[in-house]
């Protein structure tokens, strides 16, 4: 039988500090590509819907991008044209054709990337209400996770007063950043006539399906089919779920609205008998050759390979880093400070306590003494640095990039 599993993308561009880690890099996607055409036969998505494509064949992939963001158009088409691989966009509508970002992208902007820093952030909007301290990194990441949070539960008019806030908070400009740009109309209509691309609905403002009512789902599937098929002039049969969020409900309502196929999240194969509107996907992240390789073995179901990792950098989740996990190289971690130790906590769960050979940090004071039995010492100490895997949580981002790059390490890790 066919063995088939989907594929998840996001944005594809020269993005470091991508905080919600579905960025992936020219390089790396196009390393990925060149691994799919040489190792798999590249399905389009309308192929699941018939049953006897399990029948017999090749393992098979299927790709997709959420959101519909521009780089699709520049740096993703060009490369899927050479091999002529088909691939379905699912598109939020929100931004069309104005010069705003998706939620997602303004909160982590206004905590990250604002125009100013102050050390609290009260929110005051209708029931939800707190004040967090915001003077450090390690505590604005506590505001994103718990702003993320509320923004699950929350209503589409409590998540836009609580962006507002926010975005007033860290005084960022309301113009959207030219990586982070939904494509217009117009460039839709362009894609949608390249050969081999399907466009799929995707919400209009990119909840989390599953806390809405009945009438906020209805709105968001229905709204966003028909602003699509506005533009395209055809019908839009497919439907993504933001976040994989889905419930009865959605469910009901998606197969209501005339939607032949809905994808979620999952790892999972897709089978002859997998419901066809909870067709589950596995989210790709800025995996190197080597890891991606490693990742589509395990999706695939097959055995890993534990081969020797060649140098090179990574951004992700921790229980993702297969050239960390699958390697025996030393470790050390990046911060002797909270942090630190909960990052060295982490790495326990997935490694050797032997594998961790020292702790850096810049604090002179701390420099010298010892945390979990293992010496806290400056990078300058460090002598061979491309002997060890450096490993830093995904908040310290191109500040800390720069300074371990800056003294030659080549294996860097910024996980989350």
């Known amino acids: 039988m066919r063995r088939v599993r989907v594929l998840n993308y996001h944005r594809i561009c020269e993005d470091y500090d991508d905080y919600n880690f579905t960025n992936v890099t020219p390089k790396n996607f196009a390393d990925q590509m060149e691994y799919i055409y040489k190792n798999f036969e590249v399905l389009p998505s309308e192929k699941l819907e018939n049953d006897e494509i399990f029948d017999d064949g090749p393992d098979s992939v299927v790709l997709t991008f959420d959101d519909g963001y521009r780089d699709v158009m520049t740096n993703v088409l060009p490369i899927l044209d050479k091999y002529s691989m088909p691939v379905t966009i699912f598109i939020s509508t929100e931004c069309i054709d104005l010069d705003h970002e998706n939620w997602t992208d303004t909160i982590v902007r206004a905590i990250?990337?604002?125009?100013?820093?102050?050390?609290?952030?009260?929110?005051?909007?209708?029931?939800?209400?707190?004040?967090?301290?915001?003077?450090?990194?390690?505590?604005?990441?506590?505001?994103?996770?718990?702003?993320?949070?509320?923004?699950?539960?929350a209503s589409k008019e409590e998540r836009e007063s609580i962006i507002s806030e926010l975005s007033v908070w860290g005084d960022i400009p309301q113009v959207a950043r030219a990586s982070r740009r939904i494509m217009t109309s117009e460039e839709i209509r362009l894609v949608d006539k390249v050969k081999g691309v399907t466009v799929g609905a995707h919400t209009v403002t990119h909840p989390f399906l599953a806390s809405l009512d009945s009438d906020e789902i209805e709105w968001e599937m229905e709204a966003s089919k028909r602003r699509l098929e506005e533009i395209l002039g055809h019908q839009i049969s497919?439907?993504?779920?933001p976040f994989g969020?889905?419930?009865?409900?959605?469910?009901?309502?998606?197969?209501?609205?005339?939607?032949?196929?809905?994808?979620?999240?999952?790892?999972?194969?897709?089978?002859?008998?997998?419901?066809?509107?909870?067709?589950?996907?596995?989210?790709?992240r800025n995996y190197n050759r080597h890891d991606f390789i490693s990742k589509i073995d395990e999706v695939f179901g097959a055995e890993k390979k534990n081969e020797e990792i060649e140098p090179g950098c990574y951004i992700g989740r921790l229980e993702d880093d297969y050239s960390l996990l699958n390697s025996s190289q030393k470790i050390i971690i990046c911060g002797a400070g909270n942090i630190g130790m909960s990052l060295y906590r982490r790495v326990l769960d997935f490694v050797e306590e032997t594998r961790v050979a020292a702790f850096i940090d810049n604090d002179v004071e701390k420099q010298g003494t010892s945390l979990f039995g293992r010496r806290v010492t400056s990078i300058d100490a460090i002598e061979d640095v491309n002997q060890y895997v450096f490993l830093v949580t995904g908040w310290y981002s191109e500040e800390k990039f720069k300074e371990l790059r800056a003294v030659g390490c080549k294996n860097i890790h910024m996980v989350n």
Do not use: C, H
């Not at 990194?137 to 539960?153: A, G």
């Not at 497919?238 to 779920?241: G, K, L, V």
């Not at 999952?266 to 996907?281: F, N, Q, S, Y």
């Open 245 to 284: 969020s889905y419930s009865d409900l959605t469910y009901r309502i998606s197969v209501e609205k005339g939607y032949k196929m809905a994808f979620t999240s999952g790892a999972e194969g897709v089978l002859p008998d997998t419901d066809k509107m909870l067709i589950p996907r596995y989210s790709i």
């Open 112 to 153: 990250f990337q604002g125009g100013s820093y102050k050390d609290n952030f009260t929110l005051k909007s209708g029931v939800f209400r707190g004040i967090w301290n915001t003077d450090s990194i390690e505590n604005r990441t506590k505001l994103y996770k718990n702003i993320r949070e509320l923004l699950r539960i």
């Open 238 to 241: 497919y439907f993504a779920y």
